[in-house]
């Protein structure tokens, strides 16, 4: 693993006692077992992804772990209304994007191609991409996960090359939200297959696949502590401060 990740994808919310009570109330100080003398080492894996209206007041709050956004414009700069290009958020602190979300795919027809053109704007500026990728219900149920994530990979991965860190985010997108997940046993046997595939499609030095659906603090240690789990994409979980370190500090037992 090159880059284990535990992102909070906090979409269009902020958490309920503000991001100051997410950080003083719930996450920092819930938590005796954490050795917060060395809070730098001991975030290095976590990521957040808040809106981004709200990433200096985070950043000022709590200046560890990366900071990233949850889309971000294939564009450069210009007549683009309502963009966020990558420099703007380089100059905000962030570090990585989240790129083609169930949810951008959903309600903004955001396609593989678009996801595609994302990814190399992401590569080129140096702002770590999160890919997201996974099947519906349907295609679950009919057994066609594996074709589909195929699909996917392909039409966004093809004759990449670089020598960055590409972190893809596997999300059935029946798990989002629902409660539900597939077993553990069956995402630890998928992102074998996405590393497999993407290394076979493109050149990236290194692959890490995240998992992200429902995942809570009852059953996150369970995922973590498959071999191909590189970390979690954490949605509805991350808008409590608590249950989210106390997730990630299970990812970290399982380091
Ligand atoms: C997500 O939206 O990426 C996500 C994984 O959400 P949740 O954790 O709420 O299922």
């Not at 772990?65 to 209304?81: N, P, R, W």
């Not at 071999?227 to 399982?254: C, P, Q, R, V």
Request: proline share 3%; hydrophobic share 40%; aromatic share 10%.
């Amino acid at each position: 693993m090159s880059h284990p990740l535990v992102i909070a994808n906090w979409k269009m919310n902020i958490p309920s006692g503000g991001i100051s009570g997410w950080i003083q109330n719930e996450m920092i100080s819930s938590n005796d077992e954490v050795d917060f003398e060395n809070k730098s080492s001991y975030f290095k894996f976590m990521g957040i992804a808040p809106p981004t209206s709200h990433l200096t007041e985070l950043r000022n709050l709590f200046n560890f772990g990366f900071l990233g956004v949850q889309d971000i414009s294939k564009y450069y700069d210009g007549a683009k209304t309502g963009d966020i290009s990558a420099d703007m958020v380089i100059e905000k602190g962030c570090s990585f994007s989240i790129l083609g979300h169930s949810e951008r795919r959903e309600f903004y027809n955001e396609t593989n191609s678009i996801v595609s053109e994302k990814l190399r704007v992401c590569l080129e500026k140096d702002i770590m991409p999160v890919v997201c990728i996974g099947e519906s219900l349907e295609i679950y149920n009919a057994g066609k996960t594996l074709d589909i994530l195929e699909i996917q990979l392909k039409e966004i991965f093809t004759s990449i090359s670089t020598k960055k860190t590409a972190v893809i985010a596997y999300e059935p997108v029946w798990a989002i939200g629902s409660g539900k997940t597939p077993t553990t046993d069956e995402v630890n046997n998928i992102h074998q297959h996405i590393k497999d595939i993407v290394q076979s499609i493109a050149n990236i030095e290194a692959v890490n696949v995240i998992y992200g659906g429902s995942v809570n603090c009852d059953n996150a240690k369970s995922f973590f502590q498959q071999t191909n789990i590189d970390g979690a994409l954490i949605g509805g979980a991350s808008l409590d401060g608590k249950d989210f370190l106390g997730i990630y500090n299970d990812f970290m037992e399982t380091l």
